[in-house]
């Protein structure tokens, strides 16, 4: 079983930024990708990024350019920078792990519990 644990939401003003963090723990996959993803009140869940083993990492359009995926495999953690912060921003963040290289929430195998980003205008 593996266990993703997220911390870092919080209430910001627009331009602001958070940092949002994920911590791997059980019998994670020796190799594995770890994403985000997104959802907001009454919408489905979207990819926010992804980054490999490896470090290959990829952005949806909206969040490109102000987002930064990064991980520790030493500490079996990834991180979220998130900068320049809008109202549409908001939402439950999700992160998620699996073998599979995917931008697709339906292919991953495990979830953490979420966290609340609120961004303010």
């Known amino acids: 079983q593996v266990q993703l644990v997220e911390s870092g939401g919080g209430l910001v003003q627009a331009g602001g930024s958070l940092r949002l963090s994920c911590a791997a723990s059980?019998?994670?996959?020796?190799?594995?990708?770890m994403g985000w993803f997104r959802q907001a009140p009454g919408k489905e869940r979207e990819f926010v990024a992804f980054?490999?083993?490896?470090?290959?990492?990829y952005y949806s359009d909206p969040v490109k350019d102000r987002f930064t995926i990064s991980r520790d495999n030493a500490k079996s953690t990834v991180y979220l920078q998130m900068n320049s912060l809008k109202p549409e921003d908001t939402a439950i963040y999700y992160c998620a792990l699996d073998v599979v290289v995917s931008t697709k929430a339906k292919d991953y195998d495990y979830w953490g519990q979420g966290t609340q980003v609120s961004v303010s205008s």
């Open positions: 980054i490999s083993r490896g470090g290959s990492t």
């Open positions: 059980g019998r994670t996959p020796s190799t594995y990708g």
